[in-house]
């Protein structure tokens, strides 16, 4: 399955609503979409939130992401990933235009 990266930022609104069982719910959309959480941080810096999950496809991980905003407020920013490994090979196969 493809491995996204979801980059959390909280509202003003969604800082108030923290909670446990929230976080929950959280997890219960993603795995309702076919996510597998890989791991969830909560980060300082440009990002509040740093989730790394594997998505059956790009559909599902667009669905989570507006799933969560609704639920939690939080805006999250959703990037595919691809192993260093794969991107050498892809670059590599890049021929000069």
Do not use: C, W
């Not at 599902?60 to 639920?71: G, Y």
């Amino acid at each position: 399955m493809p491995i996204f990266l979801m980059f959390g930022k909280y509202s003003t609104e969604a800082t108030k609503q923290i909670s446990s069982d929230r976080t929950e719910k959280a997890r219960k959309v993603i795995q309702k979409n076919g996510g597998k959480i890989i791991s969830m941080y909560a980060v300082m810096g440009e990002h509040d939130l740093v989730f790394t999950i594997d998505f059956p496809d790009a559909d599902k991980a667009i669905a989570s992401s507006v799933a969560l905003h609704k639920l939690t407020g939080i805006h999250f920013t959703t990037s595919p990933v691809v192993d260093v490994e794969q991107f050498d090979k892809l670059v590599g196969d890049v021929k000069d235009l």
